[in-house]
């Protein structure tokens, strides 16, 4: 699966939280400073020349929306991730988390609780 930029990252997080949307709502969603539209509707076409993102026409207006869902990019972002810096290892990367992050017992035992379930 193709990686995106930081800025079709931001533009695919907006399309996953509204499931379909015009640029100028694509825009009214994203922190200022603001982007130019014409720098929104050329990313979002760039999105779906790499197949994240359709469309469909609704009179002058076009609605993008995700074809990959959030769950299925995430997972394969943080797989790359485990493969990259962490040697394959999911245990090598959940270590270094709770070692840089200094996460509470507590916290572990209740996620293992959860995954049990």
Known sequence: MKQLTKAEEEIMHVLWLLE?????????????????????????RILETKGFVSH??????????????????????????????FEGSFNELVSFFIK????????????LKEIKK
Do not use: C, M, R, W
Not at 33 to 43: D, G, L, R
Not at 101 to 111: F, G, R, T, W, Y
């Open 56 to 85: 469909k026409q609704e009179g002058k207006f076009h609605y993008y929306f995700p074809i990959l869902k959030k769950e299925e990019y995430s997972n394969s972002s943080l797989n790359k991730l485990v493969e990259n810096y």
């Open 20 to 44: 379909s949307a015009n640029v100028k709502e694509v825009i009214l969603q994203i922190p200022e400073p603001k982007p130019a539209y014409n720098t929104v509707s050329t990313i979002i």
């Open 100 to 111: 840089k992050n200094d996460v509470k017992l507590s916290d572990i035992e209740a996620l």
